[in-house]
């Protein structure tokens, strides 16, 4: 599958920061359980490759990848590690290259309309737009439709419950990433039943 099929299949992205690596796997059950198996595991925990590794083995139903990915080693060490798609803030064209040299699926995060019109000349036409809530949201969103006609996107950073039916319900996005559907408190708490509950109520949102 490449990214936009992948990002396709659901209309949200668990963004996953995870401490403990005993968390892993019955985060991610929940999570599948709720309806959300495309999960995307970020590069900020000392845990997270082994977390991500652990998820690819244990959780067949899940589609794992590696987010806030910023080198082209962090990337092949994602893929090692079984990621099936990775994910990036935004990019440079050394990793731009590496990921397609790894023909791993990848989702590159933008910011302005300059940065999206390097990486679709790269050929990248699905594109992460982040932080969203700060960069405009979803007035920047419908400003880019005209402009960067065929490209679209998945934003993420600052959407919750509340707004996420939103973002979705504009053309030019695919689905959105959150952290909402696996509040801290919970995953320290073990509440894998919480986690499963607001995900199926995000797996319900539903596009136009």
């Known amino acids: 599958m490449d990214m936009l099929a992948i990002a396709g299949s659901v209309p949200v992205i668990p963004v996953l920061t995870i401490e403990r690596l005993a968390d892993a796997v019955p985060l991610a059950r929940a999570l599948v359980r709720g309806g959300l198996p495309v999960l995307e595991i970020t590069l900020r925990t000392e845990s997270a490759l082994d977390a991500l590794k652990a998820i690819a083995t244990e959780v067949p139903d899940a589609v794992v990848g590696a987010g806030t990915v910023l080198t082209s080693d962090q990337l092949d060490r994602a893929k090692a590690s079984g990621a099936q798609f990775a994910v990036s803030p935004g990019c440079t064209a050394g990793l731009a290259a590496a ?81 909402w559907v696996a509040p801290r408190i919970s995953v320290a708490a073990g509440d894998w039943a919480e986690v499963e509950r607001l995900a199926a109520a995000a797996a319900r949102v539903k596009r136009p």
Not at 133 to 145: E, I, K, N, Q
């Open 99 to 179: 990921a397609v040299a790894a023909k791993l699926p990848f989702l590159p995060g933008v910011q302005t309309i300059s940065e999206a019109m390097t990486l679709v000349d790269q050929g990248f036409r699905f594109l992460k737009f982040f932080p969203a809530g700060a960069a405009g949201g979803l007035d920047w969103l419908r400003s880019a439709a005209a402009p960067l006609a065929g490209v679209r996107f998945c934003p993420t950073g600052g959407i919750g419950a509340d707004n996420a039916a939103a973002f979705l319900a504009l053309s030019n996005v695919v689905c959105v990433g959150g952290s």
